[in-house]
C-alpha cells in the first residue's frame, strides 16, 4: 500500500460520494445520483497546503467533507496517517476529529451566536476531554485568542461584537484548540474584504510553519491559491482534472479548464495584463445529474476533439507530480 511513506499525511484513492436523488411525494423514486465527486485521487504531504480549486458544484467541498467524515464516501478510501479511515464508526470518528478540523466560509454563522468567544474556542478542548481545570482552560483559550491575533479580554464578547476577519480568526482559534494535525480550509477567506483576505491566509501560513500544520486549502479561483499553496488540484463536475506544483500549474497549465480559471486571475503589471489572452467560458457548470458524456467539460470545451463527446478522458503524468486528465495528452 503507498500509504507507507511516512512523508504523507492524507491520501485518497478513487473517492466518491453520492447523493442519491428521488421524486414523487408519496411513493419515492429514486431517478438517479449526483455524483458530488466521483473517483478523485491525490495525496497531501506533511507540512504542505494542497489548493483545492474549482467553480461551484465542481464537487471540491464534499471531498473535503468526506476527509472529515461530514459526508461519507460512496466509494473509494481514505488513509490518514497511514490508517484507512473511510467509513470509521463514531467513535472513531471523534478521535479523528482531534487530529482533522476544518475552518468554514462563513464566519457569520459558523459561530454560534449565544456563546461568549472564550467558550467557543474552548467547546472543542470541552468535547475532547482536554480543557483540564477551570484555570487550565481559561489560559488555554487566552493564548488561542492571543495566536491568532485576538486580545484575551476579547474572550468575553459574543460573535456579533466583532468584524467579519476576527470573527474568521476566531474560526481559526476554535480549530487549533485541540492541536489537529491537518486542517480543511472551506474557503475561509471567500466571504472577506480582499483587504482582510491577505491578512488571514498570512496568518494561516505563520500558524502553519509554528505548529507543523498540513492544510487542504478548498477556493472558487486560482487567484486566493497562488501563495498559499505548495501543490494545486483542479476540479470539474466531480472530477480531478489537473493536479501539479504551483509552479507548474501557473506557468504551464496543461488542462483548458485550468487554462480557462488563470486567464480570469488579473496580473498586477498593467502592460502584461494587456496583452493577455482571457478565456470567457462558455455557459454554466451542467448539472451533476446528468453530466456530459465523454469528457464533462466538452461542452464549454474551446479546444474539444470528436473523441471528446464520446469518451472519458484518462489521467496522465505529463511530467513528475503533473497530471492531467484530457485527450489533447
Ligand atoms: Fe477539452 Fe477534450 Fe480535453 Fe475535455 S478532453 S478538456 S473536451 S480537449
Redesign the pocket.
Known amino acids: 500500500m503507498s500509504t507507507n511513506n511516512n512523508d504523507i499525511l492524507v491520501e485518497v484513492q478513487d473517492l466518491k460520494v453520492y447523493f442519491p436523488v428521488a421524486v414523487g411525494s408519496l411513493i419515492k423514486r429514486k431517478i438517479g445520483d449526483i455524483k458530488a465527486v466521483d473517483g478523485v485521487s491525490f495525496s497531501v504531504k506533511r507540512g504542505e497546503t494542497l489548493g483545492l480549486v474549482g467553480e461551484s458544484g465542481s464537487g471540491k467541498t464534499t471531498t473535503g467533507n468526506a476527509l472529515l467524515q461530514l459526508d461519507r464516501p460512496t466509494g473509494g478510501k481514505i488513509f490518514f496517517e497511514g490508517q484507512d479511515i473511510t467509513g470509521v464508526g463514531q467513535k472513531e470518528i471523534r478521535k479523528l476529529r482531534r487530529r482533522m478540523q476544518i475552518i468554514f466560509q462563513d464566519p457569520f454563522s459558523s459561530l454560534d451566536p449565544r456563546m461568549k468567544v472564550s467558550d467557543i474556542i474552548g467547546e472543542p478542548l470541552i468535547i475532547h476531554n482536554m480543557a483540564g481545570s477551570r484555570s487550565e482552560y481559561r489560559d488555554q483559550t487566552a493564548d488561542l485568542l492571543k495566536v491568532v491575533g485576538l486580545d484575551p479580554s476579547m474572550g468575553d464578547r459574543y460573535p456579533h461584537e466583532f468584524s467579519g476577519g476576527q470573527r474568521q480568526r476566531i474560526g481559526v482559534a476554535r480549530a487549533l484548540a485541540v492541536k489537529p494535525s491537518f486542517i480543511v480550509c472551506d474557503e475561509p477567506v471567500s466571504a472577506l474584504d480582499v483587504s482582510i483576505q491577505a491578512q488571514i491566509i498570512n496568518l494561516l501560513e505563520d500558524l502553519q510553519e509554528k505548529f507543523n500544520l498540513t492544510y487542504l486549502f478548498i477556493a472558487h479561483d486560482l487567484a486566493v491559491v497562488r501563495h498559499i499553496s505548495d501543490r494545486i488540484a483542479v476540479m470539474y463536475l466531480g472530477e480531478l ?1 489537473e493536479i501539479a506544483s504551483r509552479m507548474d500549474l501557473y506557468h504551464n497549465p496543461m ?3 485550468t487554462r480557462a480559471l488563470l486567464s480570469a486571475v488579473p496580473i498586477a503589471n498593467p502592460t502584461v495584463e494587456s496583452k493577455r489572452e482571457h478565456i470567457i467560458l462558455k455557459g454554466e457548470v451542467p448539472s451533476p445529474l446528468f453530466p456530459p458524456k ?5 461542452p464549454r ?5 470528436e ?3 464520446k469518451e472519458p ?1 484518462q489521467k496522465k503524468e505529463i511530467a513528475p507530480g503533473h497530471s492531467v ?4 495528452y
Open positions: 482534472v488542462h483548458p479548464y465523454g469528457c464533462h467539460f466538452h470545451c474551446e479546444s474539444s476533439l473523441i471528446c463527446s478522458p486528465t484530457c485527450h489533447l
